[in-house]
C-alpha cells in the first residue's frame, strides 16, 4: 500500500496568513492527489484534484502543486472559512489512503 | 445538483452489524463508482473500498476484508455498505462517496454516525 505523510499536523495562522501544507507518498503516484477540506458537521469538500486542478466553486486563494512524491496545497490569504481540517488522499491505485491531516486553526 | 443523502446514525452492541444506505441524485446513478470512507472520533480518515454500481464489482480494504460488503439497488439509485462484527473501534463516522473512472473522488455524503456500545 502506498503510505502517504502529511505535514504539520497542526498549523497556527492568522487571518490574511499564507500557509502551505505538505503531502508526501511512499512511491510515485504521478498526479493522482487530492486534498480535502473538512469541517465539523458537514460533508467533506474536495479542493483540488490531480494534484494542482482547482475544484469548481472553489475560491482561487487556494492552490495545489506537486508531481510524483511531494505535493503542497498553499493558501495565499487565509480567510476565517478556511480554518478547517484538510487531508491529502492517492487515488493512483487501491487502497486510496489518506494523509494524516493538518488542523489549520486561527492563532 | 448532485447529492447523496445518507441514512441516519445508528447505535450497535459489540458482534453486531449496521447497514448504511447512501440514496444518490442529480447525476445518473450507473455511470459512477461509490466509494466509502470512515472517519472514527479524535481520528484520520480511512478508505474502505468501492463498488461499481453499474457492474456490482466492488473491492475493499485489507482491513474491512470479510467485514464489509458493498452493494446497490439501481432501481432507486441508492448504494449500501454492511459492515459485521462491529466493535468499539468501529464506531466512527462514514460517509459515501462519488467517484467517476480516472477521477478524484468528488461529492461526499453528509456522514452517517455509527456507535457500538455494550
Known amino acids: 500500500d502506498i503510505q502517504m505523510t502529511q505535514s504539520p499536523s497542526t498549523l497556527s495562522a492568522s487571518v490574511g496568513d499564507r500557509v502551505t501544507i505538505t503531502c508526501r507518498a511512499s512511491q510515485s503516484i504521478s498526479s493522482w492527489l487530492a486534498w480535502y477540506q473538512l469541517k465539523p458537521g458537514t460533508a467533506p469538500k474536495l479542493v483540488i484534484y490531480k494534484a494542482s486542478t482547482l475544484q469548481s466553486g472553489v475560491p482561487s486563494r487556494f492552490s495545489g502543486s506537486g508531481s510524483g512524491t511531494e505535493f503542497t496545497l498553499t493558501i495565499s490569504t487565509l480567510q476565517p472559512d478556511d480554518f478547517a481540517t484538510y487531508y491529502c488522499q492517492h487515488y493512483n491505485s487501491y487502497p486510496y489512503t489518506f494523509g494524516q491531516g493538518t488542523k489549520l486553526e486561527i492563532k | 445538483q448532485v447529492q447523496l443523502v445518507q441514512s441516519g446514525a445508528e447505535v450497535k452492541k459489540p458482534g453486531a452489524s449496521v447497514k448504511v444506505s447512501c440514496k444518490a441524485s442529480?447525476?445518473?446513478?450507473?455511470?459512477?463508482?461509490i466509494n466509502w470512507m470512515r472517519q472514527a472520533t479524535g481520528q484520520g480518515l480511512e478508505w474502505m473500498g468501492w463498488m461499481s454500481p453499474n457492474s456490482g464489482s466492488t473491492g475493499y480494504a485489507q482491513t474491512f476484508q470479510g467485514r464489509v460488503t458493498m452493494t446497490r439497488d439501481t432501481s432507486i439509485g441508492t448504494a449500501y455498505m454492511e459492515l459485521s462484527s462491529l466493535n468499539s473501534e468501529d464506531t466512527a463516522v462514514y460517509y459515501c462517496?462519488?467517484?467517476?473512472?480516472?477521477?478524484?473522488?468528488?461529492?461526499w455524503g453528509q456522514g452517517t454516525l455509527v456507535t457500538v456500545s455494550s
Open positions: 442529480g447525476y445518473t446513478f450507473i455511470s459512477y463508482d
Open positions: 462517496v462519488r467517484r467517476a473512472h480516472g477521477q478524484a473522488p468528488d461529492y
